[in-house]
């Protein structure tokens, strides 16, 4: 999808002489490339992205960043679509099925320790919880969206059918009028996870409206899975929403949102960005955005993410995604060229090289149209 694009140099060069420096990359171009790069050497042979890369210690395998970390290497065209392949069979590989899963649900997956043996060589236990089922499921159903996009493989998602269905089966577990609870045993309807299922929801549906379809009856899923999207994002907007914030609530019956509480409050606001419950043009995301950065966007010490100033240990790159899809391009140049230069892979884990990519490759698309 992405065509690299070298900038010029802008020393001229003499008719008839070659230049010998080479063309430079633009900031987009190098994040992309750095990141899905550095994402890929991290994947072990299993297909498992691990959160750090390390190669001694401790490490964690967490299904939800590495999410964020496929839709990355989907960016680069066909150069790393085999390493999001091999995550998808390991994910499939590694499903719960109803006796496995402490909740008693098909079609989940865990979190996994990653140690590592005298040889050097990671070994990946199970840890028996994961943090959602929601959106662990949600967001793998739309990596399967992006990766059938991409590289048009049918065959993969044909092969897993029933695989899909439980995964959708996750979701769906704990969808109760109109939005889904984190996981069975933690009843809170949280504005991230659901725009997180709005967005599996949808990209679910498309696929057994269309590839799905070719070998399967599966109209009357499509179906309940785009009436439920629907009432989703209803639901949503009519009962999380605070008109007198211009932002929504972090989760329903929360009885107010502080957007000066950053995590969950004020950053549970991008999600509804990033997970596009609306178009970036709409009125509503607009408020949305810019009740954010009336927030985070002050120039202040700990308020200022573009200049990555915020109460929070991690980089939220996410910011900058959701800035990229406001097509903010001050805000996001100014965060990703500091990202560049003051990100440590020590503390970096593979959900925010990926949001970083994410934010690079809409910036380029952007430039595109």
Same mark, same amino acid.
């Given at each position: 999808?992405?065509?690299?694009?070298?900038?010029?140099?802008?020393?001229?060069?003499?008719?008839?002489?070659?230049?010998?420096?080479?063309?430079?990359?633009?900031?987009?171009?190098?994040?992309?490339?750095?990141?899905?790069?550095?994402?890929?050497?991290?994947?072990?042979?299993?297909?498992?992205?691990?959160?750090?890369?390390?190669?001694?210690?401790?490490?964690?395998?967490?299904?939800?960043?590495?999410?964020?970390?496929?839709?990355?290497?989907?960016?680069?065209?066909?150069?790393?679509?085999?390493?999001?392949?091999?995550?998808?069979?390991?994910?499939?590989?590694?499903?719960?099925?109803?006796?496995?899963?402490?909740?008693?649900?098909?079609?989940?997956?865990?979190?996994?320790?990653?140690?590592?043996?005298?040889?050097?060589?990671?070994?990946?236990?199970?840890?028996?919880?994961?943090?959602?089922?929601?959106?662990?499921?949600?967001?793998?159903?739309?990596?399967?969206?992006?990766?059938?996009?991409? *590289? /048009?493989?049918? +065959?993969?998602?044909? #092969?897993?059918?029933?695989?899909?269905?439980?995964?959708?089966? @996750?979701? &769906?577990?704990?969808?109760?009028?109109?939005?889904?609870?984190?996981?069975?045993?933690?009843?809170?309807?949280?504005?991230?996870?659901?725009?997180?299922?709005?967005?599996?929801?949808e990209s679910a549906a498309l696929l057994y409206r269309t590839v799905?379809?070719?070998?399967?009856?599966?109209?009357?899923?499509?179906?309940?899975?785009?009436?439920?999207?629907?009432?989703?994002?209803?639901?949503?907007?009519?009962?999380?929403?605070?008109?007198?914030?211009?932002?929504?609530?972090?989760?329903?019956?929360?009885?107010?949102?502080?957007?000066?509480?950053?995590?969950?409050?004020?950053?549970?606001?991008?999600?509804?960005?990033?997970?596009?419950?609306?178009?970036?043009?709409?009125?509503?995301?607009?408020?949305?955005?810019?009740?954010?950065?009336?927030?985070?966007? *002050? /120039?202040?010490? +700990?308020?200022?993410? #573009?200049?990555?100033?915020?109460?929070?240990?991690?980089?939220? @790159?996410? &910011?900058?995604?959701?800035?990229?899809?406001?097509?903010?391009?001050?805000?996001?140049?100014?965060?990703?060229?500091?990202?560049?230069?003051?990100?440590?892979?020590?503390?970096?884990?593979?959900?925010?090289?990926?949001?970083?990519?994410?934010?690079?490759?809409?910036?380029?698309?952007?430039?595109?149209?």
């Amino acid at each position: 999808m992405l065509i690299f694009i070298g900038i010029l140099l802008s020393s001229c060069v003499k008719v008839g002489e070659k230049s010998t420096e080479p063309v430079p990359k633009n900031l987009y171009e190098r994040i992309i490339e750095s990141e899905c790069a550095w994402l890929a050497s991290i994947q072990y042979e299993n297909g498992a992205i691990p959160m750090y890369g390390r190669t001694s210690g401790t490490d964690k395998v967490c299904p939800y960043f590495s999410y964020f970390a496929v839709l990355a290497l989907l960016e680069c065209g066909d150069q790393y679509t085999s390493n999001a392949k091999r995550y998808i069979e390991w994910h499939f590989d590694n499903l719960n099925d109803a006796e496995q899963d402490y909740n008693g649900v098909d079609g989940t997956i865990y979190d996994f320790k990653v140690t590592f043996s005298e040889s050097g060589e990671p070994e990946l236990e199970s840890l028996g919880s994961y943090d959602s089922t929601d959106a662990y499921a949600s967001t793998f159903l739309h990596t399967l969206r992006r990766y059938y996009e991409v *590289t /048009g493989d049918k +065959n993969l998602l044909l #092969e897993n059918y029933d695989k899909i269905n439980r995964v959708v089966n @996750a979701m &769906m577990s704990t969808y109760d009028d109109g939005l889904t609870w984190g996981r069975p045993d933690y009843q809170i309807k949280y504005l991230m996870d659901n725009c997180e299922v709005f967005m599996g929801m949808e990209s679910a549906a498309l696929l057994y409206r269309t590839v799905l379809a070719e070998k399967y009856d599966t109209t009357a899923t499509a179906l309940i899975l785009e009436n439920a999207a629907a009432t989703v994002r209803e639901t949503i907007d009519s009962g999380i929403w605070n008109e007198a914030k211009g932002a929504y609530l972090p989760y329903l019956y929360a009885t107010d949102v502080d957007l000066d509480t950053f995590y969950a409050d004020a950053t549970a606001q991008l999600w509804v960005i990033i997970c596009k419950l609306h178009e970036p043009s709409s009125e509503r995301i607009k408020t949305v955005y810019e009740s954010f950065n009336r927030h985070f966007s *002050t /120039g202040e010490e +700990n308020k200022t993410w #573009e200049k990555h100033e915020i109460p929070d240990p991690f980089y939220w @790159a996410s &910011m900058a995604w959701a800035g990229a899809l406001m097509g903010d391009k001050d805000r996001v140049d100014e965060y990703l060229t500091i990202y560049e230069t003051k990100h440590k892979r020590s503390t970096l884990h593979c959900g925010e090289a990926g949001f970083a990519v994410l934010a690079a490759a809409e910036m380029i698309a952007l430039g595109d149209k």
